[in-house]
C-alpha cells in the first residue's frame, strides 16, 4: 500500500463512533483512503478567506419552510419493507440498553 | 463534612414536543395512539436522498416561547447535523440546532406557588428568575422498547418537534429545580406551544450537577443524571445526588463526569456511561436546510404573547382584591383562571368567589375526577349567584356549603332555583326578626341590660337565641342590627 499522506485521522476511533468493526487489512485499506479524501479537502485551507463574510450555508436562499399540514405517510408495510428484521408492525434490532 | 457545607450548582436541559399537526422536517401527523410504524415517511425513517422541509409553525412556536421567556434571537439561525449511532434515530444524526440556535439568553421566572408545597413557607431566593442559555429547535427520536432478547423501534414519534431549553448553572436546590420545571410548565402551556406533561413525555428534563467548596474554586466534575419523569423524581434525585457527592467527596473520593441513570422506585442512582464513552457528535452544517432570518418571525410573534401566569396574578390582586397565594394558584392553570375571572366579575364579594372556587370546587372536582374545563355542573355565572346570594345573606355559608351546593353540583340547576325549591331563605324581613328579637330580650333581661350599658358583645348570646327561635334561618348579620338599635 501506498504511503498514507500525513492527517491526524484515527481510523479505528472513526470505525468505533460509527459501531463498524475492521480488520486489520479493511483499517489499512480504508484508512489510506480516507486519509486521500481528507488531504484532497484540505487544498481549500491554502485559499485566502480573509475579507470574506462568514455566510450559514453556501446557497445565498433564506426562510424556505413548509405551511404545518399533514401529509399522508407512506403505511407500515412500506415502512417496513426494508427492515432487515421485523416482527409484525416493528423494526426489531439486537438488545440496546444504554 | 454535611451537605449543606457544599456549593451546589445545576442545570437543567429540558426537552418539550410542541404542539404542531405534522412533524417537523416532513408532512408526517405528529401525536400518540396510530399503530406501530403508521406515521412515517422517507424523511422521519432517515431514508438516503431523502430531503427535510422545516415546519413553520414549530419555528414560530419557538421564538414565541423566546419571547415569554425574555431571549433574544441571533439574526440568522441555521440547522445542524448532530453524528450519533443510535437504532432509534435512523438516519444516525439528528438534525439539530448548533450554533445559531432560534434563541439565546432570557430567564424563567420561579413562582411560589411552584415550589413543593412543604417549602413555599420558606423560600431562599424569592421572585428569582433563573438564566437561559438558549433555546433550539430539533428533532425527537423514534421509540424503542426493550425485550428479553431484543429491542423493538416504533418510528411514529420520530421527527416530532422538540424545543430544548438550557438553563445555565444558576439552580442551587432541587426545590428550585422542581419550580423550575411547574414554572415553565405554565408558561408553555399558556403561550399553547406544549402540553408539556412530564408523566406523558410531553416535557422531559436532564439535570447536571456538581458540588465545590467554595465560590473561588473552578465549578466541580459535571454529573448528568437521566430518566427524570416528574418534577417530585428531580426534586428527589437531586437530593440524593447531593448526598452521595458530598459523602464521597469528605471521604477523599474526588468526583469524575459521567452519566447517571435515577431509579425513582429505588430511590438510587447508578452509573450509565463514564467521561470515556462520551458522545464525540462531529457538528457540522445542514446543507439540506437553508438558515432563518429571524426578525421577521419575532415581529409577528410579538402579538401572540399571552398574560403570562405572574402578570394575570398581579391582575388577579388588583382588579379582584385576592391574596397574593391565591391569585398565584388561580392562574396557575389557564383554564381555572378563565372559570374564576368569569365567576369574579361582576360578584359582590370577590374574595368570596376566590374562595369557594379554590375550596369547594375544586375538591369537588378532584372528587369527581374532572377537570375544570370540562365540568358543566356548576358554569362560572352560577358560582357567582350562589356566593351572590351568601353576601347578601339570603343564605348563610353553611346553608351554601351543606344544602345548595352539593345540590347543583348533582342537578346543575342554579343557587337560586335550589334555594326556592328547598325553602331555604333566611329570614331577613325585619317584622318577623323584630319579634323574635322583643321576645328574646324580654327573656334575658340581664344580657339585654348588659348590652345596653356598653358592652356590645353581649349581644351575640341573644344573636344565638334569635337563631334558635328562627330554626336557623335568620340572618345573624340582620339580627344583631336589631338588637343594637332595641337596646341603644
Ligand atoms: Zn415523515
Known sequence: MAAAPESDLDIRYVADLARITLTDEEADTLGGQLEKIISYVKQLEALDVSGIEPTAHATPLFDIVREDTVKPSIGVDATLANAPQKTTD????????? | MPASDYIVTIGLEVH????????????????YGAPPNSQTCPVCLGMPGAMPTLNEAAIEKTVLTGLMLGCENPEISKWDRKNYFYPDMPKNYQLTQFDLPLCEHGSVPLYDHCYPKDVQKDIPRPGYAVKLTRIHLEEDVGKSTHHEKNTTIDFN???TPLMEIVSDPDIRTGEEAFAYLNSLRQILIAGGVSDADMEKGQMRCDVNISLRKTEEEPLGAKIELKNLNSPA????AIHYEIDRQSTELDAGTPQVQCTRRW??????????RSKEDAHDYRYFPEPDLLPIRTAPIVEAMKKLVPELPHEKSQRFVTDFGVTEYDASVLSSDKHLATYFEQAATGAKNTKLVANWVLNDLLSALKESFTEIQDSTQVPAENLRALVDLIESGKISGKQAKNDVFPAMLETGKTAGDIVKEKGLEQVSDTGALEAFCDQVIQENEAIAADVRSGNEKAANALVGRVMKLSKGQANPK???????EKLK
Open chain 2, 16 to 31: 418539550a414536543q410542541l404542539t404542531t399537526q405534522s412533524k417537523m422536517y416532513c408532512g408526517c401527523k405528529v401525536g
Open chain 2, 233 to 236: 423524581a428531580v426534586r428527589r
Open chain 2, 157 to 159: 414519534r420520530a421527527g
Open chain 2, 478 to 484: 340582620v339580627v344583631i342590627g336589631i338588637l343594637l
Open chain 1, 90 to 98: 416493528q423494526f426489531l434490532v439486537t438488545k440496546v440498553v444504554e
Open chain 2, 263 to 272: 431509579d425513582d422506585d429505588l430511590g438510587e442512582s447508578t452509573v450509565m
